[in-house]
């Protein structure tokens, strides 16, 4: 059959700020290592104390504990948790089509994974090329953005302020760490 084109990035909402003193960079490190070390913390941090918010059952489902408050208890999805979906336990009454669904998402050779997603701009090598193309991106795209000019005026007028700031420059710049990093990861 045929298979999805998967995205190993994982876009969460779990950050580091990069202003902290490097202890506390190394104190986050250690802890999502300890965090990923064993599924009981991963329940921790993903559905709360066992017993109180929820009641853990066989083959990684849960059951929820009568008399607690559903819109009160404690729940983090793993999307913004900074771990896998595959670690997640999953109510015990989800139907099965429901598992089938999470299994076949969650099984790596069900996708096609790009092998150049791993690409990541050097923005620092490009930060004066963005500067003077942000810049003047207000005032390009105002006619367009605005519908104050005919469009074909507009998108010309567009083009030129952004060229003329350098928008082909910066994306030679760009083309060349793209194809850099392509002949240093071949396929």
């Not at 559903?70 to 089509?97: C, E, I, K, T």
């Not at 069900?110 to 150049?116: A, D, E, G, L």
């Not at 690409?119 to 605005?146: C, I, P, Q, R, W």
């Amino acid at each position: 059959g045929h298979k999805g084109l998967g995205n190993l990035k994982q876009w969460n909402f779990v950050v580091f700020n990069a202003n902290a003193p490097e202890e506390q960079h190394v104190a986050g490190i250690q802890y999502f290592n300890w965090l990923a070390s064993s599924q009981d913390n991963l329940d921790l941090w993903l559905m709360g104390i066992d017993g109180t918010n929820y009641k853990k059952e066989e083959n990684m489902r849960f059951s929820e504990i009568e008399g607690v408050d559903a819109a009160r208890n404690y729940r983090r999805m793993w999307y913004v948790s900074g771990m896998s979906g595959r670690f997640q336990r999953q109510p015990l009454d989800l139907p099965d089509s429901a598992l089938e669904t999470l299994t076949f998402l969650t099984t790596a050779d069900n996708w096609v994974f790009n092998p150049y997603e791993q690409f990541e701009a050097d923005t620092k090598a490009l930060e004066l090329d963005a500067a003077k193309l942000n810049a003047v991106y207000l005032e390009a795209v105002h006619g367009l953005m605005s519908g104050q000019m005919p469009t074909d005026e507009a998108r010309a007028m567009c083009k030129r302020m952004l060229d003329d700031a350098g928008r082909q420059t910066y994306k030679e710049k760009l083309q060349a760490q793209i194809d850099a990093f392509i002949a240093a990861h071949p396929a």
